[in-house]
């Protein structure tokens, strides 16, 4: 693909690239992460984790402390050289509440979320709203309708997901790359109007 | 005497990050974020004894800039070990990197008019 040309015989970042921007694609399991970023992304989508420590919810009392394990968190990415100067990375972020401490990481830095709704699955979205609120993250919807028959008229999931008026809800494909690259052209321009 | 589950096994996968890092803890996000770029300095000649992980990460951080993220996804590692890899040769001086944006700094202005005017050049 044509537009893919400037990174296609490289792995690595162009030289004269100064900043590297990251964008949260965040969403409920299974609403289409993953799709939306190897759609955008000029490499093919990479994996990795990131260990975390997460307080159980109950204290052990034979040791008095609390139990404490160990999990392993998939992140999925993919990049977009947008000049010569920046580039911008997208990361999957899982929308579990077990996942706070790597939100709190995640969010650091980040210029802002688009959220992906399965119109369908409308409850498991609230959650993930929350954990944006939580980390003051800006957002844009992208509803990910595969199928046209179960989309929501907007005025319905707005209320739906209480949305503030001045959030963008935008319908896409994750799997069509011109509707997917709209999708965050909407969220980009909401972070600038937001920032002014 | 065994206590019922002692014998668990271990995943592997854990026992790889504990011989790579010795053991020593690892480093906060602080230093080295997840799109924060890295490379090996130029000119720089490997240390003699490097573990075979530092060298897999020196091999593949001499071509070029890359994410830590994409170095930690390359590699197969941790993004954790690969901070304290990373920190290893920035602390011997082989590493050059360019950083994120400052986390406490606000959105600025100018990145996303450079996001936004990217993103149209390329799929408008």
Redesign the interface.
């Known amino acids: 693909m044509d537009?893919n040309a400037a990174s296609a015989d490289?792995?690595?970042?162009?030289?004269a690239?100064?900043?590297?921007?990251?964008i949260l694609v965040v969403g409920h399991f299974a609403v289409g992460k993953t799709t939306l970023i190897g759609t955008l992304s000029e490499i093919a989508p990479?994996?990795?984790?990131?260990?975390m420590t997460q307080a159980a919810a109950h204290v052990d009392d034979l040791r008095g402390a609390p139990d404490k394990k160990t999990t392993?968190v998939a992140?999925d990415?993919g990049?977009?050289t947008?000049?010569d100067?920046?580039?911008?990375?997208l990361?999957g972020t899982p929308g579990q509440q077990r996942f706070m401490q790597l939100w709190e990481?995640?969010a650091?830095?980040a210029?802002?979320a688009l959220l992906l709704v399965d119109p369908s699955r409308l409850a498991e979205t609230f959650p993930v709203i929350d954990l944006i609120e939580k980390y003051g993250l800006e957002f844009a919807i992208a509803v990910n309708s595969f199928d046209a028959r179960s989309r929501y008229a907007e005025e319905e999931l707005r209320e739906a997901l209480d949305l503030l008026p001045h959030t963008p809800v935008v319908y896409c494909d994750a799997r069509d790359?011109?509707s997917s690259?709209?999708a965050?052209?909407t969220l980009?321009?909401h972070?600038?109007a937001r920032?002014? | 005497m065994t206590a019922p589950g002692e014998e668990q096994p271990v995943t592997s996968g854990f026992i790889r990050s504990y011989v790579i890092t010795n053991g020593r803890d690892l480093p906060d996000a602080d230093g080295f974020s997840l799109v924060t770029l890295v490379t090996i300095a130029p000119d720089r000649e490997p240390p003699a004894r490097l573990s075979p992980e530092l060298r897999s990460v020196w091999d593949l951080c001499s071509g070029g800039y890359l994410s830590v993220a994409e170095v930690a996804a390359r590699l197969e590692l941790p993004v954790g070990v690969v901070r304290l890899l990373l920190t290893d040769l920035a602390d011997q001086g082989h590493l050059l990197r360019r950083a994120a944006p400052p986390p406490a700094q606000l959105v600025d202005r100018k990145i996303l008019k450079e996001v936004l005017h990217g993103l149209q050049r390329r799929f408008g």
């Open positions: 537009s490289s792995i690595y970042v162009p030289d690239v100064q900043t590297a921007a990251k990479l994996r990795t984790e990131e260990k392993t992140l990415f990049r977009l947008l000049s100067e920046l580039v911008l990375y990361f990481d995640m650091r830095g210029l802002g790359q011109h690259a709209q965050l052209i980009i321009q972070l600038l920032a002014s």
